[in-house]
């Protein structure tokens, strides 16, 4: 048998050397996917059991490949033996020896003897083979197996599966799911797994497929198509929470669209920001008292100042590369809170665009009369101080 061999003997031989180099990568990848899938499913547990699978499999042939590495045969020294058996030739005093001893080749002939003694391990190679090869056909045929277990398995595991497990695994599930038909129960529950999830990320295309479809054909329920057209967008008023007297206050109003791009099943998207409200702090009686003449006239700011109305309408898809909405910056004449007001309509309709006006109770008139109209209203309060009125300690 032959010996085994050092790990610093890998240094000298550049195919092990090669194979011991990439051992360490579907390891990397296992462990990558692990954490890939526990963060993009909306069930981190069921996302990392999930990945279970990828991970034993690259760690099989991580081992597989050292195990190889390690086993592979090589020679060791500069002695001399002979190239059939590795039996080492001795010094010959007494007669030549014309043939090996061991087991009778002709050694002295060109290519009888070889320099080095045999190492290796026959047995940690055919292991390093067999676990390689069990890592690499698992991972060829469990895309067939998904395949024939998603048919066999209950519907309600289906919906289990594509509302919790990461979207990437999902593609088998979701093939199943379309094959069958489901009861308005199930339709029901689906439907409410997927908005739920579209509230904190983009469903992924099949999710968002099956939800547009049901929605074309009218079988979603009522409650759920509100929340798909109430929840298309979302919307952030962005505000310090305290300014110095004289400081501007900048405001701005961010949004992330949850729909499809090419348009909802009713038409398009479309953003219309009536304005951006700031309500200063009201005077009392006795500063307003202490007012001139020219200052209640002239100086005195309005109570209620408005900025950033939209003229055109904006396509809601425009904010996946433009997540602003509308900015402002408003200064406070005085001490106190002050309070910014955002009021944005999301419009659906077929062929919506082009220049938005509001009418005098604040609705938008666009060029087609929208099928849905959402109004979202986003509050924050500012207080503004002055450092200056600060009594300082004795």
Not at 6 to 34: C, D, H, I, M, T
Not at 106 to 135: C, I, M, Q, S
Request: charged share 20%.
């Amino acid at each position: 048998m032959m010996a085994t061999p050092k790990a610093s003997s890998l240094l000298r031989r550049p195919a092990a050397l090669a194979l011991a180099a990439l051992a360490p990568f579907p390891l990397a990848y296992g462990l990558y996917a692990v954490i890939a899938s526990g963060v993009s499913a909306p069930s981190a547990v069921v996302g990392i059991f999930l990945s279970l699978p990828t991970l034993l499999e690259s760690t099989l042939l991580t081992a597989g490949l050292a195990l190889i590495a390690l086993g592979l045969p090589h020679r060791v020294g500069r002695s001399l033996h002979c190239a059939s058996c590795g039996y080492q030739r001795i010094e010959e005093t007494d007669r030549l020896l014309s043939n090996c001893p061991e087991c009778g080749r002709h050694w002295r002939r060109f290519g009888g003897w070889r320099v080095g003694k045999p190492a290796g391990n026959r047995a940690r190679l055919t292991k390093g083979v067999l676990l390689a090869a069990v890592a690499l056909s698992s991972a060829t045929f469990r895309a067939a197996l998904g395949e024939w277990l998603t048919a066999k398995l209950p519907t309600n595991i289906l919906v289990r599966h594509v509302l919790y497990a990461p979207p990437s695994d999902t593609e088998h599930t979701w093939a199943a799911i379309n094959r069958r038909t489901l009861t308005d129960a199930q339709k029901r529950w689906l439907a409410e797994g997927l908005l739920d999830r579209r509230r904190t990320s983009v469903l992924d295309y099949a999710s968002a497929q099956w939800l547009d479809r049901r929605l074309a054909l009218n079988e979603l329920s009522a409650a759920a198509k509100h929340r798909y057209i109430d929840e298309l967008c979302q919307f952030t008023l962005e505000a310090p929470d305290s300014v110095t007297l004289g400081q501007p206050i900048l405001v701005r109003l961010s949004g992330v669209y949850r729909g499809p791009y090419n348009g909802t099943p009713d038409g398009e998207a479309a953003i219309a920001l009536e304005g951006l409200h700031a309500r200063f702090p009201i005077p009392d009686e006795e500063e307003e008292a202490a007012r001139t003449d020219f200052e209640r006239r002239f100086l005195q700011m309005q109570a209620t100042q408005t900025q950033a109305r939209s003229e055109r309408l904006v396509s809601a898809g425009r904010l996946a590369q433009l997540p602003v909405v509308g900015s402002a910056s408003f200064i406070a004449d005085r001490e106190g809170e002050v309070t910014i007001h955002a009021r944005v309509w999301v419009l659906v309709a077929p062929g919506i665009s082009g220049a938005v006006s509001f009418n005098p109770d604040g609705t938008p008139a666009t060029n087609v009369s929208p099928l849905h109209a959402v109004r979202v209203d986003l509050t924050r309060r500012v207080t503004v101080s002055n450092p200056s009125s600060t009594t300082a300690p004795p």
